[in-house]
């Protein structure tokens, strides 16, 4: 994904930005907007650090979320 076409990675991160903040995911929208930044940018080179982090984000977010489902049964 990252030796791919930077416009595309920028238009996917865009994606994500926007499904993140409709479900409230402030940390996964804030590294999707940096990430659509450097693609904008044609900066790929600064993304792993930031795709790391993004990892951890969702890892913590679907752990959140599988709580409140659980919750609600």
Do not use: W, Y
């Amino acid at each position: 994904m990252i030796a791919g076409d930077p416009s595309e990675f920028g238009k996917t991160a865009h994606k994500l930005k926007g499904s993140s903040a409709n479900l409230g995911a402030v940390g996964i929208c804030s590294l999707a907007k940096t990430l659509e930044d450097l693609g904008r940018q044609q900066r790929l080179e600064g993304a792993p650090p930031v795709l790391q982090g993004l990892e951890a984000e969702l890892v913590r977010v679907e752990s959140t979320l599988t709580q409140i489902v659980a919750g609600a049964a």
